[in-house]
């Protein structure tokens, strides 16, 4: 089993920087993936960014050059730097651990980012 712990979300006015963590624990395997995912009020889960197993990012049209993404060497962690955030993010933001050997994937409960105007 894997549990995720995301922290470091709160209430943030419009241009300003969060950066959220992501902590994995559990049987983890080192081949792995991490995500972060985010969900709007009224609307679908959406991917925000990927970071694989190469430490390969690959950002949302909509958050690049604004979020960065980051992962220790132990590959437990993860983290999403937020900068010159807009209203628009607002959003709870998910991470997820996929393992490539077993597929299993696995979610945290995620952490919320107001963005006021």
């Known amino acids: 089993q894997v549990q995720l712990v995301e922290s470091g979300g709160g209430l943030v006015q419009a241009g300003g920087s969060l950066r959220l963590s992501c902590a994995a624990s559990?049987?983890?395997?080192?081949?792995?993936?991490m995500a972060w995912y985010r969900q709007a009020p009224g609307k679908q889960r959406e991917l925000v960014a990927t970071n694989t197993n190469g430490d390969n990012t690959v950002y949302a049209g909509s958050v690049k050059g604004r979020f960065t993404v980051s992962r220790d060497n132990a590959r437990t962690t993860m983290y999403l730097q937020m900068n010159n955030l807009k209203p628009e993010d607002t959003a709870v933001y998910y991470c997820?651990?996929?393992?490539?050997?077993?597929?299993?994937?696995?979610w945290g409960k995620g952490t919320l980012v107001t963005v006021s105007s």
């Open positions: 559990g049987s983890i395997s080192s081949a792995n993936s």
């Open positions: 997820k651990m996929f393992f490539y050997v077993s597929r299993l994937e696995y």
